[in-house]
Each structure stands twice: as C-alpha cells, then as structure tokens.
C-alpha cells in the first residue's frame, strides 16, 4: 500500500490526533510521551514550539504516526519531512504545500472553513481537510457539506472535548483533533494526567 494511504488508514482508524504545542521541546516530547502512553498513537507536533526537530527526534521510536502542525509554507513542510514527519497540517490552504506533499506522497490535510476553500482543496489533491477552527461550529456542518460534496472527509479541530466529541464522529468526521485539553491536563497534573485524559477520550470513542 503506498504510504500516503498507510498513514491516512491509521488516522481514521485511531479517530483521534493528539495535538501538541510545546512552550518548549521538552514540553512537547513530555505531553507526547504521555498521549501514546494514554493509548493516543496519532500526534500532531506543531511548529509553535521552539526546536521542533528535537521533539520529531525524540518520538523517532515510538509506536505512533507523528505528523507535523502550523506550517505555514513549503519550507517548513520540507522541514518536516526531512524530520520524519508522516503527515502535514496546517491551519489554512496552501497549494505549494499541497504539490510538496503529493510529490512525496505524504499526507497533507489543510485548514478548511468553507466550500470554495474545501473544493479547493480537493482540487489540489487533499484526501482530508482540516475543519478549523471548529470552535463555534456544529457537527451538522459536516453532513450539510457532504450532501453536495460526498467525497471530502473533515477533521474538526479546535473545542473538541469529551463532551462533544461523539457528536461530531456520529456527524461523520474522520477523525478529530484534541489539543488545549492536553496543555491543561499537563500543566495541572503532568504526564500521569494527560495519560488519564487519553484514556477517557478513547473510553467515549470505544463506547459508540
């Protein structure tokens, strides 16, 4: 199977991306660690946190698909591919992203909030648009755009919780991007506290 769809396979199937913005490096290899060790093996490093390459190099053996998040530009997407990175996200569309990540069959799932900028997307080869932010939006928005356009798949990021997460993988989201909860959970109660939260997470998407 080519790579591309490996990856995107593992996403849909975990339903879940872990989300990690670092203050730090260590901050973020520390929040990472405890994700995958709270069952989380999708993790999504963004490039908002200083020496990022140190954290892709940290994750390099763990049992988990790392990808990276906030690129911006080409560059940054190149970046990360040198560093390993499996997918690429960021919070808006770019079409020399795009064609970078095609050429090496990598994954690239951008920032999307409305139709022309989803069939944007999907123009430029996007198999997944990031829906973001997803903060003040209602899971119906998915099946309303999947009434004219069936073939896009969404991963909404941005305010999802546990309380409403079912909500919107029963509107048929791909999967869903958790990221602020993980901060929180860290800063409160450190690794054993993220792991805690994961496991909840999962213990809501098991259930359905």
């Not at 490096?25 to 093996?41: F, H, L």
């Amino acid at each position: 199977m080519i790579q591309k769809f490996e990856v995107l396979q593992s996403l849909s199937k975990m339903k879940l991306v872990a989300v990690i913005r670092g203050k730090d490096a260590e901050e973020a290899i520390s929040i990472s660690k405890a994700a995958i060790k709270g069952g989380v093996n999708a993790i999504e490093v963004t490039y908002t946190t200083p020496n990022i390459e140190r954290v892709f190099d940290a994750l390099a053996d763990e049992q988990a698909v790392v990808g990276a998040g906030t690129v911006l530009d080409a560059e940054t997407a190149r970046h990360a591919l040198l560093h390993s990175a499996k997918f690429i996200v960021s919070p808006h569309f770019s079409k020399e992203i795009s064609e970078l990540c095609n050429r090496y069959s990598v994954p690239y799932l951008p920032g999307c909030l409305t139709i022309s900028e989803i069939v944007r997307a999907l123009e430029s080869g996007c198999d997944i648009v990031k829906l973001f932010p997803a903060n003040n939006m209602d899971p119906s928005f998915i099946k309303s755009v999947n009434g004219p356009i069936p073939q896009v798949r969404m991963m909404p990021t941005g305010g999802i919780h546990t309380g409403n997460i079912t909500e919107w993988l029963d509107a048929g989201a791909f999967a869903v991007g958790i990221g602020s909860d993980l901060t929180k959970a860290y800063h409160k109660g450190g690794e054993a506290a993220v792991i805690d939260l994961c496991q909840k997470y999962l213990d809501v998407i098991n259930k359905k």
